[in-house]
Every structure is written in structure tokens, then in C-alpha cells.
């Protein structure tokens, strides 16, 4: 069963093979979703500041009947903030929205604020700045790994060369149609875990009708083979959902790909349209 496999982040801490997204589900929703998914077996929930959520989320934890420390936790510290006071403020805020005495993983949600996110500047220092709050968290205790998202290239070395503590996860946007190949292997590379988010396309590829025609050829629905794809490929897939019947299909991936069909899935052509989602920074809008 994946929620009971685990991959070791490079400091040794054991995370959870399967996450449950949590982008789209609200504070009030958010406890009942945390609480479902436990009680079917997940152990892993990602959230983040930006998602309003913390509170319904911290709420699902401490009241899942699981101890604490068989769940993993990810939040993500905003986009927003490149300083390192305003990081240390940041981390004790999550902290107490989520009503945890630690967080199993924090990272920064994204190299460049939302809405300069197709701009040039890099924010080297700030992520610098920010990175060294999340340094000193995790010496702290108060954090048990630290990450990225959105990251490239030039963004991680950028914390490789300044960093004194490696980052362990870079979460990225890697589906079925729209994978960075050469930046998952950069990741693995240099022993950084790659999560991969919206592992359905947020809902987009379920019309691809060359994905429907495999999934219905492995017996399977579209976002059990689209997170088994991230799988094959050594990612963490986060799918999203409230439904406890979706949460009990996307944890049934004990399937494998053929090599050939996973090289028809690598060269689908990419998904440029998320529909309403499109808007967002992180699938080419502009918000
Ligand atoms: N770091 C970042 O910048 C970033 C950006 C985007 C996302 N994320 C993370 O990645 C997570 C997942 O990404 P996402 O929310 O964009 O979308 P996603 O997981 O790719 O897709 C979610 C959509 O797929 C549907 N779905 C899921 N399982 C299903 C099933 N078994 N059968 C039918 N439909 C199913 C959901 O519908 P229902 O809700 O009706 O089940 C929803 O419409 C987020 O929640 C968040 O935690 C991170």
C-alpha cells in the first residue's frame, strides 16, 4: 500500500510516498478532509500559508485519533516574504495557526512573489535571507525538513552554494503532458526529493482523451495513472481532493507502467489551458 511506503529526505527523516493536497479546500472543510484521509490511511497532508487553511488543517491533525508523530505535516512559508525577520515571524505564525509544536516540512512556496513571478529578478538574497530562517528553525526543532517550490535551476544553486543545510524537497508542477524532466533530474542529481503538485493537471487531464484511453486499458481512472506516472518517476504526487471516495482511488496505485506506455505518456503534448485555473502564476497567468 503507497500511504505505508515512505522515501528518506537526505537528513534522514522518513515522509510519506503519497500526499494529500489540500489548495481549494477551505479552512472549515479542511478538518473533515484531514480527518477522512487519516482514517483511510494517509499520513501525509500538504498545505500552505497562501491556502487560508492552516487552522482547518491543524484542526484534522490533533483530532485524527493518529499520534503525532505518525503524520507528516508540509506547509509553505509565502512567496511573499523575502526577508529573514519577517521569516521568523512567518514560521511561529504557522506554527500557531496550525496549533503545532513542529511542522514536518516547510518550504518556500515560490523563488519570486506571485505577482512578480514571470519577472527576471531572481530575489537571491531575500531567498538567501529566507533560507537561513528556515536554517535556524530546524536547528530550532521546530521544523524537522526544509524545502522549496518552484524552484529552478539558478534558484537552487543560489541556496546550494549559500545554504548550510541542503535542501531536502523541491516542489514543483510535474503531470502527465507537462513534465520539467531536465529539472526533476537536476533534483535527484543533488539528493533533492521532487513533489510533484497537481499530479491530475488540477483536474485537466481527466479530458485528455488519449490519457482516458490508457486508464481505461490498465482498469485504472485517470488520476490513479496520472500519480502512478509521477511514481515511475520517482516524484511524490500531492492530488487534491475533499471526496473520500477520490482519496481511496488515488491511494489504490499498486500498478505498474509499461516502459512503453510511460514513453507515450512522457511525449503527450503539453497542456497549456487550465481552464479557470489558468490565472494563477504557476500555470502561466498573471493573476
Ligand atoms: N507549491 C505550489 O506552488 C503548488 C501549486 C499548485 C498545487 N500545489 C499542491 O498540489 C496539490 C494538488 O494540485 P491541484 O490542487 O492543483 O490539483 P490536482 O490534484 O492535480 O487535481 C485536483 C482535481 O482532480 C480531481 N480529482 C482528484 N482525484 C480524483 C479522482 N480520484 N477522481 C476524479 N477526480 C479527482 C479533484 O476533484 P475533487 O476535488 O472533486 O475530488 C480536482 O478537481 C494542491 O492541492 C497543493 O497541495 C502546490
Redesign the pocket.
Known amino acids: 500500500m503507497i500511504m505505508q511506503d515512505n522515501f528518506e529526505l537526505a537528513n534522514g527523516v522518513a515522509i510519506p510516498k503519497l500526499?494529500?493536497?489540500?489548495?481549494?479546500?477551505s479552512d472549515e472543510d479542511a478538518a473533515q478532509a484531514v480527518k477522512d484521509a487519516a482514517s483511510l490511511g494517509y499520513r501525509h497532508i500538504?498545505?500552505?500559508q497562501?491556502?487560508g487553511n492552516e487552522h482547518g488543517v491543524g484542526v484534522g491533525i490533533r483530532s485524527a485519533g493518529q499520534a503525532r508523530d505518525t503524520l507528516f505535516v508540509?506547509t509553505?512559508l509565502a512567496?511573499e516574504i523575502k526577508s529573514y525577520k519577517e521569516a521568523v515571524g512567518s514560521i511561529e505564525s504557522s506554527l500557531l495557526t496550525l496549533g503545532l509544536d513542529y511542522v514536518d516540512l516547510m518550504?518556500i512556496?515560490?523563488p519570486k512573489p506571485w505577482m512578480a513571478f514571470h519577472d527576471a529578478d531572481r530575489h537571491l538574497e531575500g531567498n538567501r535571507e529566507v533560507w537561513r530562517a528556515l536554517e535556524d528553525a530546524l536547528r530550532a526543532g521546530k521544523l524537522r525538513s526544509i524545502g522549496m517550490?518552484?524552484f529552478q535551476e539558478a534558484d537552487i544553486d543560489n541556496i546550494l552554494k549559500s545554504g548550510t543545510i541542503k535542501p531536502m524537497v523541491n516542489?514543483?508542477?510535474a503531470?502527465i503532458s507537462n513534465t520539467p524532466f531536465a529539472l526533476i533530474d537536476y533534483c535527484q542529481r543533488q539528493g533533492i526529493l521532487v513533489?510533484?503538485?497537481?499530479?491530475?493537471?488540477?483536474?485537466?487531464?481527466?479530458k485528455n482523451a488519449e490519457v482516458v484511453a490508457m486508464a481505461e486499458k490498465y482498469g485504472v481512472?485517470?488520476?490513479?495513472l496520472?500519480i502512478r506516472y509521477c511514481l515511475e518517476l520517482g516524484m511524490l504526487?500531492?492530488?487534491?481532493?475533499?471526496?473520500p471516495?477520490?482519496?481511496?482511488?488515488?491511494a489504490d496505485v499498486d500498478f505498474t507502467i509499461t516502459a512503453g506506455d510511460m514513453l507515450i505518456l512522457k511525449n503527450q503534448e503539453q497542456i497549456r489551458n487550465y481552464g479557470e485555473?489558468s490565472r494563477?502564476p504557476?500555470y502561466g497567468g498573471r493573476l
Not at 196 to 204: D, F, N, T
Request: cysteine-free.
Open positions: 500526499g494529500l493536497g489540500t489548495w481549494f479546500i500538504d498545505t500552505a497562501a491556502y508540509t509553505k512567496a518550504i512556496h515560490s517550490s518552484n516542489q514543483i508542477l503531470h513533489e510533484a503538485y497537481s499530479p491530475v493537471a488540477h483536474g485537466e487531464l481527466l481512472s485517470v488520476p490513479q496520472s504526487p500531492l492530488p487534491k481532493t475533499a471526496n471516495v477520490h482519496m481511496k482511488n488515488n485555473a494563477f504557476v
